[in-house]
């Protein structure tokens, strides 16, 4: 299975681990991966902040990397859901087809590839965060404002996983505030919801925080260094590429 | 005034979190009215389409708001309820003052009711000299205290039992110190209860206006709607015009729908209907627009105007929770306020679409679909269009564009990027760093995973 790797902006920069994870799990279970060379954003921080009208020239780019993939896969459920939503381009059928093949990494190996094995081994409390994009705009899990059965197809995952023991949060899917340019410009209410993102996971002992968007993670590890925390965060592929 | 309703959002952010321990109780209060609704939706199996059933009704109503308030009117008339329009908040407050007049009183006993917020009738009739008080009891609280509601369904929701009693002690005597619940609403109740007694004419909201029979629902928790308008000579119903549904079945969806999402009750205590006047009482009911024509002629928004005002979409927001009801500066806050008021002021309220992280809860909590933080999304798009973004902002954004949509300019920001955060911290490691303030910066590796890429390929 031919698939292009869609690695955001900030994944490349500052967490390439997280990449290099990424690869290695589409690789390991079978698929053939290229990283198309002169990917650059999604476009989302501009869109987000109310300038959509500005990203013409990543989309235009996006579709030049990615329009030849059969499926396309990146470690955040956030920037596909944006691809998913918001790529347009001069060229229409083009990005219509973009957006219906473009997949975050948990949806595409539980919906795509039907993985049920993995030879992965993390012997820790982990605890999820849900990122709202991923859960609430993709469907990767069931939401708590509705009345449906759950389900969650990162839990079904790091279910998969050896030794992983997997914490239950008083709040299962509540923000963590980081919201993209939100963390900046509200600094206060960003700052005070991911400190009681993180104090849901530290009342029930984990030794990590795990997830499939980076940036929440980034935020998250930000105000567990600061408040010296030996609590780590891992993205999701890192874990279900995890030995011994 | 409140110092937080005269800042921008996130300024007043600031204000409200410089008590911690308070955010924390605000949050945890309402947390539990969300975790109440969770359960008690949780007892209706057919939840979802109720939900469904109630946002397809509403849909029908926007696109029949014309003949459904016509229909509407005809048969209040014919109950005998004098009806008015009002094209805007002056004019709603104008009727009111002059039906007032006309009864020969100078005071006036109100339920609650969100529109009249929105208008500010109360400031435009006290400055006429007519004595307004609340009947409501968050609201009396709030009224008291010189402040507006902080919450649509629990009005002083941002006070502790120590604030009640203290503007207890201030206005109605009781003794300084008291926190007793118990012993705080039996001096309400006195006080009210001599206020139902004396007034002649009572205001009450409208949470349902049927069509079909011209008669209207409010639903309160406290009886207080029905205290004030069955005991006095004029009664007076102010109602968006958005409140209309075709037929009294339809009240079964959202009865049932109403007081789950709000406060997790099954029902709310009193859904009082008024159909006529009684015998020599006169019923008034003011239909207002205030922008709702403007709104249901904007694709993307009109859908606001399905909102039947529960505040599920208050308690579940993680940003409303943690910068209070009072940094939304607008009489209806959350979620659902802040794609409402840009449709009153673009320009006061550009603000209050970035209120949000855009998490999605509101949306899929609110009982009639609303796609409230689509609409977020969207007004974002508006305002900045519009011009009601800072300047710095707009070169900022254009200058990210630029690098982004430039591979090699991308790859060159980044490389600079991580050099100066491994090289020179202190640059970004300040105080003029919203990010620093309070938050750790990711430690910056030597190689971009694109550098890695090319660098494993090559070996």
């Not at chain 1, 579709?63 to 059969?70: M, S």
């Not at chain 2, 029908?60 to 004098?82: P, T």
């Amino acid at each position: 299975m031919k698939v292009g790797l869609f690695i955001p902006c900030y994944i490349d920069q500052f967490y390439p681990k997280v990449a290099i994870a990424t690869l290695n799990l589409l690789e390991k279970v079978g698929c053939e991966v290229s990283y198309p060379l002169q990917q650059t954003c999604c476009g989302q921080p501009m869109a987000n902040s109310g300038f959509e009208h500005l990203t013409g020239g990543c989309n235009e780019n996006f579709v030049r990397n990615f329009a030849d993939y059969e499926y396309i896969v990146s470690p955040s459920g956030s920037c596909t859901l944006h691809i998913k939503h918001h790529l347009h381009s001069v060229n229409e059928e083009v990005a219509k087809g973009i957006r219906s093949r473009v997949y975050e990494l948990t949806e595409f190996l539980t919906d795509i590839l039907h993985v049920s094995a993995l030879n992965a081994t993390f012997p820790y409390k982990v605890g999820l965060h849900q990122s709202c994009h991923g859960q609430r705009g993709l469907g990767l899990a069931q939401m708590s404002e509705l009345v449906a059965p759950p389900f969650s197809k990162p839990v079904q995952l790091l279910n998969l996983v050896n030794g992983l023991e997997l914490v239950q949060l008083d709040r299962r899917d509540e923000c963590c505030g980081f919201g993209g340019t939100f963390c900046v410009t509200e600094e206060a209410v960003s700052v005070k919801m991911g400190k009681d993102r993180v104090a849901d996971h530290l009342r029930h002992g984990v030794n990590y925080i795990t997830g499939v968007d980076v940036s929440c993670l980034m935020h998250m590890e930000g105000i567990l260094k600061r408040a010296n925390s030996t609590v780590q965060v891992k993205h999701i592929a890192e874990i279900l590429t995890a030995t011994l | 005034m409140n110092k937080q309703l005269t800042l921008d959002h996130a300024d007043a952010a600031v204000e409200f979190n410089k008590n911690e321990a308070k955010v924390d109780w605000h949050d945890e209060t309402l947390w539990f009215v969300r975790t109440k609704r969770d359960r008690a939706v949780a007892q209706i199996p057919e939840w979802e389409q109720l939900r469904e059933a109630a946002s397809q009704i509403k849909n029908h109503v926007l696109s029949n708001m014309h003949d459904l308030l016509i229909q509407f009117e005809q048969n209040a008339i014919r109950n005998g309820i004098k009806v008015h329009w009002a094209a805007d908040g002056e004019e709603h407050n104008a009727i009111i003052h002059q039906i007032i007049q006309q009864a020969g009183a100078t005071q006036l006993v109100k339920s609650k009711s969100m529109l009249t917020e929105e208008c500010h009738l109360n400031k435009y009739l006290i400055d006429k000299g007519i004595d307004v008080i609340d009947s409501d009891l968050g609201e009396r609280i709030v009224q008291m205290r010189g402040e507006p509601p902080s919450h649509i369904v629990l009005p002083a929701i941002h006070l502790t039992k120590a604030d009640v009693g203290e503007t207890f002690h201030q206005h109605l005597g009781t003794d300084k110190g008291a926190t007793d619940p118990q012993y705080l609403t039996e001096a309400a109740r006195q006080h009210l209860r001599e206020t139902f007694l004396t007034r002649k004419v009572a205001l009450t909201g409208v949470n349902f206006a049927i069509a079909e029979t011209g008669g209207f629902v409010v639903c309160t928790n406290e009886g207080n709607a029905d205290m004030g308008a069955h005991l006095a000579d004029v009664h007076i119903a102010a109602m968006g015009f958005e409140k209309v549904i075709p037929r009294a079945e339809h009240l079964g969806v959202f009865l049932r729908l109403l007081a789950r999402s709000a406060t997790g009750q099954p029902i709310t205590t009193f859904s009082s209907h008024f159909h006529r006047p009684r015998s020599g009482q006169e019923m008034h009911i003011v239909i207002v627009d205030n922008g709702r024509s403007r709104q249901l002629g904007r694709p993307d928004f009109r859908n606001s105007l399905k909102c039947i005002r529960c505040a599920a979409c208050l308690n579940t927001c993680p940003v409303y929770r943690r910068s209070g009801g009072f940094s939304y500066h607008s009489a209806v806050a959350g979620p659902i306020g802040s794609i409402l008021a840009p449709n009153l002021d673009m320009k006061q309220n550009a603000d209050l679409p970035f209120a949000s992280t855009l998490c999605g809860s509101c949306s899929n909590v609110c009982p009639v679909k609303i796609d409230i933080h689509e609409q977020l999304y969207k007004w974002r798009q508006v305002l900045m269009q519009e011009g009601y973004g800072p300047t710095t902002k707009t070169v900022a954004m254009k200058a990210m564009a630029t690098v982004l949509e430039s591979p090699r300019l991308y790859r060159m920001a980044g490389k600079v990027g991580r050099g100066v955060l491994r090289f020179a911290p202190i640059t970004v490691e300040n105080g003029l760093n919203p990010w620093y303030n309070q938050r750790d910066m990711p430690e910056p590796p030597a190689e971009s995973f694109h550098d890695w890429y090319v660098n494993q390929k090559k070996a």
